[in-house]
C-alpha cells in the first residue's frame, strides 16, 4: 500500500502534524513522522497544556528549574521554547529541501495578548529571536487587533501563522495585512524571500454550530454537515483571486512566497461524519492540512487523495446563500467562532499555568518544606520526640489527649478539628459560590464587604490585598467600630449595588452585629428591600442564622460549629469572600489540598506543618518566643493572619508565641535574642533587602526559617500549613490550641462599660492620671515621675525586662496616614528599646493579640492610644453610638490589662491623634533606656 501522505503532498498539499509533547521528540516518534511525509508541526495552548499537566514528560525538567528558583514565567518558556526547538531541528532538513516552503513548527502568542497589539507585536519578536531558528512560525490571531500586529511582523520579516480565522471578511483582512507587511518591507528595500506565513482557517466548528442552528430552527437535514466545507472552500477561491491578482505578482516578482491556506480544526466532531470529511475535501494546490494524531492515522490509513478544494465554487456559493436565507448569519455564525475560539485558548492558557503552578509548588515544597538554620539541637530532639509520640497521626486522629487529658478540655478540642478536612467540602460547594457571584455581577452587584472581626474578617483582607485584580465583586473589610472609619465606608458605597456578608460563627459578635443592623438600615434608607443585599456565614443554630432566615437574606452559609474562628480560612467564612470577589477559589482549595497531604507525612522533619510547629514550639521553650513575621510585600497581609492564629491559640496558660508582624526593619544588631524569625523565599516577589537581612541575622546566630511561596495562589496552602503548625505548637507548650478563655474578659468590661453609660449617661473614668498636649493620660504598673506624654513614654519602656516586648494599640480610625504615623511611633520604640514591638487597631486586635496580652507571660509593655473623635454614627438596636462603642471597647480592654497586672499607659486625645503620635515618636527617640 503506498503513503497516502506523499499522494496528498503530490497535489500540492503539505500535511503538518497538530500536536507536540516532550515525548514525541525523545521517543523518536515525532522523527518517523517526518520520516513518512509529515513536512511541519503545529502547537496551541490546548496541546501544551495536555502535554505539560496531562503527562509526566516534563516533571524532570520542571524539578530542575524549580531548584534553579526560576519563576513560572520562565518555567514555562522554557519548557515550551525548548519543545519547539527541538521540533524545529528535526523539520530543518524539510525545510532545506524544500528551500523554506515547508518544515516549520508554530508557537502560539498567549491568548491573554488576543486584544492586545503592541503586546503581540513584542512577545512575537522575542519567541522568533529568541528561539533564533528560521523554520518557526509565531501564531498571531485574526483579531481586529491582531490583523495591524501581523502587518508589522511581516515587515519585521517574521514567519507567521495566523490562526482562529473563520470568516471571510477576517480571511480578506488577514491577506491585505500579510500583502501590506510585504510593501512595507519593499519599500524599505529590504529581501522579501523566505518569509513564510500560512492563513489557519478553522473548518469544522463551523459545521458544529451552523448544525446546531439547523437542527434548532428545524431546518432541512441535508443542509447539516456542509457549511464549513462550503466555507473553507469559498476560502480558497478568495486565496487565488487575491494571490493571482497583480498586487501579489509584484511582490511574488521580488521573492514573495504566497500565504497559504491552512485548513486546522479538520478532525471530524459528528460521529456520523466520515471520520477524513474535512481532509479528503479540502486537497489542493498552495494548501496546508494540520492533523491531530488520530486524523494523521486515518489518512495514512484511507485517505483519497484527489484535488477538490476548487471543485464546484458556485454550488458552494449556493450553499452558503441558501443558510442565509433561512436565516442562519455566517457574519454572526463566525463572530461567535472567534469569540468563543480566543475564549478557549485563553481558558487552556490560564488552565495550562494553573497546572504548572500547581506542580511547581508541589516540587517546591517536596524540595524544601521549611529549613531552620542555624538549626539547634533542641529542634532536632523536638522533631524525635514528635515523631515517637506519632504526633502527626494523632493529629488527624483527632487525638485530644496530644494537647490535654481533662476533660472539659478534651471535649473543646475535639470538637473543634473540623478545620483539618474543611477545604474538600467547600471545593464541592464552589458551584453554588460561583452561581452566587454570577448572578449578582448580572443583577449589577459590585461591591462585597465583608462585617466581621478576628479570624470571620482578617482571611478576606488577606485575600484582597494579595488578589487586588480579582475580576468579581470589589471586596472591602469592615472589622473597626471607629465612626469615622463606618461614615467613610458608607458614604463610599452605591449601596444599591452592594453585598454585605455578615460573618459570625457565635453570631452574636458585638461588631459585625452592629455594622449589620447599621446597613441594614442605610440600605432600607434608600428605598431598597434590604433582604437580597445581605448573605450570613454563621455556624448552624445561631440567633443570626435564624435572623437571616426569617429577614430573607439573600444566602445563609453555615460553616461546620467544629471550627474556631482563627482556623475558618479555608471554610465557608474565607472561602464565600474569596469567590464572590473573583478569585480562582479552586486552584486555592487545591493548593490547601496539597498541603493538607504533604502534613499527613509521618517524619515531622519532611512535613511542612509539623516542621515548623516543632520550630516554634521548641524554641518558644527555650526563650526564643517572638515570631517574628517577615514577608514580601505582595502577600504580607497574611502576617495578621498568622498573627491572629499564633495569638489566640497559644497566648494562655502564662506562656505563648508572640507574633510580630509588619515591624518596620532596624539594624541587626537592634534585634533581641528571643527572636525566631520566619520569612518566605518567592521567585515571583523577590526582596533583596529582606533577602540581605535574613542572610545578616544567621551570621549573627538568630534563626532564621524561609518558607517557600512560588505564588500567591500558594496562601492556600499556606493557610493549612500554619494551622497545623499552630497546633503541634501548642502541644508542644502543653497548652490547649483551640480555646480562647480570655477574650471574653475584655467583652464583659465592655458591657458593664456601657452599662454604666447607659445608667448615668457619661463612660466611667480610670481613676489617677495627668493631662497633657491635649490627652489624659492614665497608667498601671509602671512609676511616671515626669507627668508628660514623653515622661509616660518613658516611665513605661525604661521598665523593660529581658524578653519584654512593647504593644501599642491604636482604637482610631485605622486609615493609612494613621498607620503610617503609628508605625513612625513603632519604628522609634524599637531602635530605642530594642525590643520587639507589635501594633494593633482596636478592637480588632482584641479578636487577635488580645488574648496573648491578658494570657500569656507577663512580658509585654502597652501602650493605648486613644482618639475620641468623630460624628455620632448611630447604632440602630442600641442606645449608644459607634462613638460610646469604640471608647468603652477601650476602656474595657484597658481595665482587662490592668486586672491582669499587666504595665501599661493609657493615653485618651480629645480630637485627632496626629498631633500626639508625632509627640510620642520624637519622645521615642530621645529615650536613653537602661
Not at 227 to 237: C, E, Q, R, T, W
Not at 739 to 758: A, C, G, I, R
Request: net charge negative; glycine share 8%.
Amino acid at each position: 500500500m503506498g503513503n497516502f501522505i506523499t499522494e496528498i503532498n503530490q497535489l500540492g498539499q503539505s500535511i503538518w502534524y497538530d500536536n507536540i509533547r516532550r515525548g514525541l521528540i525523545e521517543s523518536g516518534e515525532l522523527g518517523e513522522l517526518i520520516s513518512q511525509g509529515i513536512s511541519g508541526v503545529t502547537s496551541n495552548p490546548t496541546i501544551f497544556e495536555k502535554a505539560i499537566n496531562g503527562s509526566s514528560d516534563y516533571d524532570a525538567a520542571i524539578s530542575k528549574l524549580v531548584a534553579d528558583n526560576r519563576t513560572l514565567d520562565e518555567i514555562y518558556d522554557a519548557l515550551t521554547m525548548d519543545d519547539i526547538a527541538r521540533g524545529a531541528d528535526l523539520l530543518r532538513p524539510v525545510y532545506d529541501r524544500t528551500q523554506a516552503l515547508d518544515g516549520y513548527i508554530s508557537i502560539e502568542v498567549p491568548p491573554t495578548l488576543a486584544a492586545d497589539t503592541e503586546s503581540t507585536i513584542k512577545e512575537a519578536r522575542r519567541l522568533f529571536y529568541t528561539l533564533g531558528k528560521p523554520n518557526v512560525m509565531i501564531k498571531v490571531p485574526a483579531t481586529p487587533e491582531g490583523i495591524p500586529a501581523i502587518r508589522q511582523l511581516i515587515h519585521d520579516g517574521i514567519n507567521i501563522n495566523v490562526t482562529l480565522i473563520f470568516s471571510l471578511d477576517s480571511y480578506a483582512q488577514v491577506i491585505d495585512a500579510y500583502m501590506s507587511g510585504l510593501e512595507d518591507r519593499l519599500a524599505e528595500n529590504q529581501p522579501l524571500e523566505r518569509i513564510a506565513s500560512v492563513a489557519s482557517f478553522f473548518v469544522s466548528r463551523l459545521d458544529t454550530l451552523v448544525d446546531k442552528l439547523i437542527e434548532q430552527r428545524h431546518l432541512p437535514k441535508e443542509l447539516a454537515g456542509k457549511a464549513a466545507i462550503a466555507n473553507a472552500k469559498l476560502a480558497y477561491k478568495l486565496f487565488l483571486e487575491r494571490f493571482e491578482a497583480p498586487r501579489f505578482q509584484r511582490l511574488k516578482a521580488a521573492g514573495a512566497f504566497v500565504q497559504r491556506p491552512l485548513w486546522a480544526s479538520t478532525s471530524t466532531k459528528n460521529p456520523s461524519y466520515p471520520d477524513l470529511l474535512y481532509v479528503d475535501s479540502l486537497i489542493g494546490p498552495d494548501t496546508v492540512n494540520t492533523l491531530p494524531p488520530q486524523t494523521v492515522s486515518a489518512v495514512l490509513d484511507h485517505a483519497r487523495p484527489q484535488r477538490t478544494v476548487d471543485q464546484d465554487f458556485a454550488t458552494e456559493a449556493r450553499l452558503i446563500a441558501n443558510l442565509e436565507a433561512q436565516g442562519i448569519s455566517m457574519q454572526a455564525v463566525t463572530r461567535q467562532l472567534l469569540e468563543e475560539g480566543v475564549a478557549s485558548f485563553e481558558q487552556s492558557f490560564i488552565t495550562l499555568y494553573r497546572g504548572l503552578a500547581r506542580k511547581r509548588a508541589r516540587l517546591m515544597l517536596h524540595q524544601n518544606p521549611g529549613r531552620l538554620h542555624p538549626a539547634p539541637a533542641i529542634t532536632q530532639d523536638m522533631l524525635t520526640q514528635l515523631e515517637q509520640e506519632n504526633a502527626v497521626a494523632r493529629v488527624w486522629q483527632h487525638d485530644a489527649s496530644l494537647w490535654k487529658t481533662e476533660p472539659d478540655h478534651q471535649k473543646i478540642i475535639q470538637n473543634a478539628l473540623g478545620w483539618l478536612d474543611v477545604a474538600n467540602a467547600v471545593k464541592d460547594d464552589l458551584p453554588r459560590l460561583v452561581a452566587l457571584r454570577q448572578t449578582l455581577m448580572k443583577e449589577g452587584y459590585t461591591q462585597a464587604v465583608v462585617l466581621g472581626m478576628g479570624g470571620s474578617s482578617l482571611i478576606s483582607d488577606v485575600i484582597a490585598h494579595a488578589f487586588p485584580s480579582a475580576p468579581g465583586l470589589k471586596l472591602q473589610i469592615l472589622d473597626t467600630t471607629h465612626p469615622v472609619a463606618i461614615e467613610a465606608l458608607s458614604r463610599s458605597l452605591p449601596l444599591g449595588n452592594t453585598l454585605f456578608l455578615v460573618a459570625s460563627k457565635s453570631g452574636t459578635t458585638t461588631e459585625p452585629n452592629t455594622f449589620y443592623h447599621y446597613f441594614w438600615e442605610q440600605v432600607k434608607s434608600q428605598g431598597l428591600d434590604p433582604g437580597p443585599h445581605f448573605v450570613a456565614i454563621t455556624d448552624p443554630g445561631t440567633t443570626l442564622a435564624k435572623e437571616a432566615h426569617d429577614r430573607k437574606f439573600r444566602e445563609v452559609f453555615l460553616n461546620p460549629a467544629d471550627i474556631g474562628g482563627r482556623y475558618s480560612a479555608l471554610s465557608w467564612f474565607g472561602m464565600v469572600p474569596a469567590t464572590l470577589s473573583g478569585v480562582d477559589t479552586e486552584a486555592l482549595l487545591e493548593r490547601s489540598q496539597d498541603m493538607m497531604e504533604a502534613c499527613r507525612t509521618a517524619d515531622p522533619a519532611t512535613n511542612p506543618g509539623a516542621y515548623l510547629g516543632a520550630v516554634m514550639g521548641s524554641l518558644a521553650k527555650s526563650g526564643r518566643n517572638k515570631v517574628t513575621i517577615m514577608i514580601p510585600g505582595a502577600v504580607g497581609q497574611l502576617g495578621d493572619w498568622i498573627e491572629q492564629l499564633l495569638a489566640e491559640s497559644t497566648g494562655k496558660e502564662g506562656t505563648g508565641l508572640v507574633p510580630i508582624a509588619h515591624e518596620p526593619l532596624m539594624p541587626l544588631n537592634h534585634y533581641s535574642n528571643d527572636r525566631l524569625f520566619v520569612g518566605y523565599l518567592s521567585p515571583e516577589h523577590r526582596d533583596p533587602e529582606l533577602e540581605k537581612i535574613w542572610e545578616g541575622l544567621r551570621e549573627l546566630g538568630h534563626p532564621v526559617l524561609l518558607l517557600p511561596l512560588p505564588d500567591t495562589m500558594q496562601l492556600g496552602g499556606e493557610f493549612f500549613r500554619w494551622e497545623f503548625a499552630t497546633a503541634i505548637a501548642g502541644s508542644i507548650l502543653g497548652i490547649d490550641a483551640f480555646d480562647q478563655p480570655n477574650v471574653q474578659e475584655s467583652k464583659e468590661n465592655t458591657k458593664h462599660v456601657l452599662e454604666q453609660y447607659q445608667s448615668q449617661g457619661r463612660l466611667p473614668d480610670t481613676g489617677e492620671g495627668f493631662q497633657d498636649h491635649g490627652a489624659s493620660v492614665s497608667y498601671h504598673g509602671v512609676e511616671v515621675i515626669n507627668k508628660t506624654l514623653a515622661g509616660a513614654l518613658e516611665a513605661l519602656l525604661t521598665n523593660a525586662k529581658p524578653s519584654d516586648f512593647v504593644a501599642l494599640m491604636g482604637y482610631l480610625d485605622p486609615s493609612p496616614e494613621h498607620w503610617q504615623l503609628l508605625q513612625k511611633l513603632r519604628q522609634a520604640v524599637g531602635l530605642s528599646s530594642q525590643l520587639p514591638t507589635s501594633l494593633g487597631f482596636g478592637p480588632r486586635f482584641l479578636h487577635s493579640t488580645g488574648q496573648l496580652f491578658k494570657g500569656g507571660a507577663n512580658q509585654g509593655l502597652f501602650l493605648q492610644i486613644v482618639a475620641d473623635y468623630g460624628p455620632g454614627v448611630p447604632i440602630p438596636t442600641e442606645s449608644f453610638d459607634f462613638r460610646i462603642l469604640i471608647l468603652a471597647q477601650a476602656l474595657g480592654d484597658y481595665q482587662s490589662l490592668v486586672n491582669h497586672g499587666r504595665r501599661v499607659v493609657r493615653i485618651v486625645i480629645a480630637g485627632t491623634p496626629d498631633h500626639v503620635l508625632n509627640e510620642l515618636a520624637q519622645a521615642a527617640e530621645s529615650i536613653v533606656m537602661k
